[in-house]
């Protein structure tokens, strides 16, 4: 079974708009932290967001704010305010705390292209 | 300030002939880890240290071997490349292992690797 999973291949939003990209995931580890990605066509990998499965408040950066729902395992980014620059693919991923050292669990990602 | 550098940003090699993608990182960070990834696709992890310490993954064929010599290098060997190994590889640091924010992922820009 999947442990993260998009299931928006892709998503469309006009400049100004917001946006919520989904994100579910599947784990019994009680301690484990979700993290979005960006990666432009450029291939680079930047970081946006954390949250931890202990936070108490839903985590926000700027025009990016984490909708995090613990029951239903869910972890949806929103972008507030579109802007062209966001057009990008965006991962979410998964590192659970059992196992020290090991990299992040990422979804298949979502497509964003913001139009003007 | 880069903290994370790959070289060369593109690479072409031939059917067979080795390859060796570089990494560096000026953050001191105990991890590396190389990813696999191919066109609209996740991230696949090939492999990381932990200091010293080589973790494999169970399905990276092989065909390809990293090397450590110190905190700052990690290198990327491809033995044999082959048409499959077509790809983007991206190296990645973190400070520990843990699922916690300090311990994000840094990504480097990439090495675009095309075999001819």
């Known amino acids: 079974a999947q442990k993260i999973t998009q299931t928006q291949p892709g998503m469309f939003v006009q400049e100004k708009e917001a946006v919520t990209l989904d994100c579910t995931y599947d784990t019994s580890d009680p301690s484990y932290g979700l993290f979005w990605y960006k990666q432009p066509s450029s291939g680079e990998m930047i970081f946006l967001i954390y949250q931890g499965s202990y936070d108490q408040q839903n985590a926000t950066e700027g025009r990016y704010s984490l909708n995090f729902q613990k029951a239903r395992k869910s972890a949806n980014l929103v972008i507030s305010a579109s802007q062209l620059g966001d057009s990008a693919m965006y991962f979410c991923a998964m590192r659970e705390s059992n196992q020290a050292g090991t990299a992040l669990i990422f979804g298949k990602g979502t497509t964003l292209s913001v139009s003007s | 300030d880069a903290m994370v550098i790959q070289n060369p940003r593109y690479q072409v090699t031939q059917f067979g002939k080795p390859v060796t993608l570089s990494c560096s990182q000026t953050?001191?960070?105990?991890?590396m880890y190389w990813y696999q990834q191919k066109s609209s696709q996740a991230p696949k992890l090939l492999f990381h240290?932990?200091?010293?310490?080589?973790?494999n993954e169970a399905d990276t064929p092989d065909n390809f071997q990293s090397r450590r010599p110190n905190t700052s290098f990690c290198f990327l060997d491809i033995r044999s490349p082959g048409l499959g190994d077509a790809a983007m590889y991206l190296c990645a640091t973190s400070r520990g292992g843990g699922p916690g924010k300090e311990n994000e992922q840094y990504f480097g820009p990439g090495t675009r690797l095309t075999v001819t």
């Open positions: 953050l001191n960070h105990n991890v």
């Open positions: 240290y932990y200091d010293k310490d080589f973790n």
